[in-house]
């Protein structure tokens, strides 16, 4: 089968699980997958070894987005870095979509094994986030990052915070508009996105 085709199907598998994890938490099996699926059962074991694997892939796929956006050059100001920031978090989550995510984190809170691997999930993001903001330090975007694990764990736990403002009805532009302005207080802007002193 060729390649394309093989990840077309593994993306519809991955968006028949992803709502039973939401449900049902770790208690999803290959078979409710492929009747949510409209598959059979066979099909799925050929893509993946269990439940978890095709959870471990909706992340991955995921991760490798939001890191591809990340080691893009990136020019303007601090809000511009945040908003490509808050991009690639948003990218992190795409084969979830904001609601189907923000349910399964709630899951997780009832389901220990499902907290272990959002937790894990949630470090992978928060060590790409610590990279983003090194590189703009090293590039003078802002200045040094005091304290990096706790603001690095604070932009991810606000950027879940604005998301859940989706599910309010809020629009993902005005989320993103929030956050970003948020997040830019965290920091001192670095010289090259303080506008130079003019002198009369």
Known sequence: MPPAKKKDIDSELISAALPLFAQKGLKVTMEDIAAQAGTDVSAVRERFEDPVDILHEAYRRGQTDMERLFRKPITGTLEDHMGVLFDGMMLNIKSFGPQTYLEIVYQATKDKVLMEIVKRQSGKVNFAVKAFLMDMVGRSI?????????????????????????????????????WVKQASAMFTPGAKTVPPIMYE
Do not use: S, Y
Request: aromatic content about 2%; overall charge negative; cysteine-free.
């Open 142 to 178: 802002i200045e040094g990052v005091e304290g990096v694990e706790k603001v690095n764990q604070e932009l991810v736990a606000t950027f879940v915070e604005h998301l859940a403002q989706l599910l309010e009805g809020k629009k993902l532009p005005a989320v993103k508009k929030a």
